[in-house]
């Protein structure tokens, strides 16, 4: 691994090299939020944010995508292209949160297994090189990382790592090779001495520090493997709307829906988000729903996260983000709901 120091007012400059390169995919701000999109002339990549309106997920596993484009024809229909050729263009993912950065490696369980693969997924997370930045300074109070196996300088899924030394130099270190064939671009850098490596250190270790917001995420599995009908799931879901916004701001939420769309004798295959937060997700043709009810569908939301996929992959499915904490418009909070199971545990050894 390599480690150099670059000035901070020097950093702007590296992106407009990358930019120059490679399509750059990063933080900025629109109005009073910042999101993730492609930069274009005049956008100004955001280093002094705290988590990103959406996850930067969207570049990987995009809000929509065509699979393929069809035609009809005498002999039926028959395919005119399709595959994920386009997808595979080489790009540069900047300025990711160690959260997001980490939702990246739980969603390669699910679209980059050895017997299922992905093919869209797959080939635009091996063209892009991901610049992950550090939280020297935990962004909010909802922000549980360190309960759900994250940390604030996590460097697992990205390729390079910067960290906002105390002054006027960042600390850059070039995780893989793929990470490394970009380290030309980052000049003027010099070699990082031990000082600075320890205070990267040091600012790392009081970031841990200040995370407050601990919940037994780990720790609640064997409840749900014992308790699928138990009275607690009978209040959870009460003031849900059934809106999908905490699903479709999670980073590691994967679900999605498959349609075809024709007009005339044209047609393409279609790939949407969906969400087990809603009624039809789960509606068969026939009309039956098995899960009828937004009781059953909370629970799915925390079985899956906290159980089905520590089952199958043995991690948990959430980052600690706390987007869907801050955005839900009837303030349902997971770490509360994660903290309630805890101390039916608690009781359950009492008695």
Same mark, same amino acid.
């Given at each position: 691994m390599k480690?150099?120091?670059i000035? *901070?007012?020097? !950093? #702007?400059?590296?992106?407009?090299?990358?930019? %120059?390169? /490679?399509?750059?995919?990063a933080?900025?701000?629109e109005?009073r939020?910042?999101h993730?999109k492609?930069?274009?002339e005049?956008?100004?990549?955001? /280093? %002094?944010?705290g988590?990103?309106?959406?996850? =930067? *997920?969207? !570049?990987?596993?995009p809000h929509?995508?065509?699979?393929?484009r +069809?035609?009809?024809?005498?002999?039926?229909?028959?395919?005119?292209?399709?595959?994920?050729?386009? @997808?595979?263009?080489?790009?540069v !993912?900047?300025?990711?949160?160690?959260?997001?950065?980490r939702s990246f490696?739980?969603?390669?369980?699910?679209f980059?297994?050895?017997?299922?693969?992905?093919?869209?997924?797959? #080939?635009r997370?091996r @063209?892009?090189?991901v610049i992950? /930045?550090?939280?020297?300074?935990?962004?909010?109070?909802?922000?549980?990382?360190?309960?759900v196996?994250?940390?604030?300088?996590?460097?697992?899924?990205?390729?390079?790592?910067?960290?906002?030394?105390?002054?006027?130099? $960042?600390l850059? %270190? +070039?995780?893989?090779?793929?990470?490394?064939r970009? #380290?030309e671009?980052?000049?003027?850098?010099?070699?990082a001495?031990?000082?600075?490596l320890?205070?990267?250190?040091?600012?790392?270790? @009081? @970031?841990?520090?200040?995370?407050k917001?601990?919940? =037994?995420?780990a720790q609640i599995?064997?409840?749900?493997?014992?308790?699928f009908?138990?009275?607690?799931?009978?209040?959870?879901?009460?003031s849900c709307?059934?809106?999908?916004?905490c699903t479709y701001l999670c980073?590691?939420?994967?679900?999605?829906?498959?349609?075809?769309?024709?007009?005339g004798?044209?047609?393409?295959?279609?790939?949407?988000?969906?969400?087990?937060?809603?009624a /039809?997700?789960?509606?068969e043709?026939?009309?039956?729903?098995?899960? =009828?009810?937004?009781?059953?569908?909370?629970r799915?939301r925390?079985?899956?996260?906290?159980?089905?996929?520590v089952?199958?992959?043995?991690?948990?499915?959430?980052v600690?983000?706390?987007?869907?904490?801050?955005?839900?418009?009837?303030?349902?909070?997971?770490? *509360?709901?994660? $903290?309630?199971?805890?101390?039916l545990?608690? *009781?359950?050894?009492? %008695?």
């Amino acid at each position: 691994m390599k480690a150099r120091l670059i000035e *901070k007012t020097a !950093l #702007a400059g590296v992106i407009d090299k990358l930019r %120059e390169k /490679l399509p750059v995919y990063a933080p900025v701000r629109e109005g009073r939020r910042v999101h993730f999109k492609f930069l274009g002339e005049g956008d100004t990549v955001q /280093l %002094e944010y705290g988590n990103s309106g959406n996850a =930067p *997920k969207n !570049l990987f596993f995009p809000h929509t995508e065509t699979l393929m484009r +069809f035609t009809r024809t005498s002999r039926g229909h028959e395919l005119v292209d399709g595959g994920p050729s386009d @997808a595979a263009r080489e790009m540069v !993912l900047f300025g990711v949160r160690p959260c997001d950065v980490r939702s990246f490696t739980l969603l390669d369980y699910v679209f980059d297994q050895d017997k299922y693969t992905d093919p869209y997924y797959v #080939a635009r997370r091996r @063209a892009t090189t991901v610049i992950a /930045l550090a939280c020297v300074e935990p962004p909010y109070s909802t922000c549980f990382c360190t309960s759900v196996g994250g940390h604030p300088a996590l460097a697992e899924g990205a390729d390079i790592m910067l960290t906002q030394l105390d002054g006027d130099h $960042c600390l850059v %270190e +070039f995780l893989t090779p793929k990470g490394e064939r970009l #380290a030309e671009l980052f000049a003027p850098a010099k070699e990082a001495d031990k000082k600075s490596l320890k205070r990267r250190e040091e600012l790392v270790e @009081a @970031a841990v520090e200040k995370i407050k917001s601990e919940v =037994p995420a780990a720790q609640i599995k064997d409840w749900l493997d014992e308790n699928f009908e138990h009275p607690f799931w009978d209040k959870i879901h009460q003031s849900c709307l059934g809106c999908g916004t905490c699903t479709y701001l999670c980073p590691t939420c994967h679900c999605f829906d498959i349609r075809d769309e024709e007009e005339g004798d044209q047609g393409i295959r279609l790939r949407t988000w969906d969400t087990c937060m809603y009624a /039809l997700y789960t509606q068969e043709t026939s009309g039956h729903n098995p899960r =009828p009810s937004q009781k059953q569908r909370w629970r799915q939301r925390l079985m899956h996260k906290f159980k089905y996929f520590v089952d199958n992959f043995r991690e948990i499915s959430c980052v600690g983000c706390g987007r869907c904490v801050v955005n839900c418009p009837v303030n349902i909070d997971i770490r *509360k709901l994660i $903290c309630d199971i805890g101390r039916l545990m608690e *009781k359950g050894e009492e %008695e």
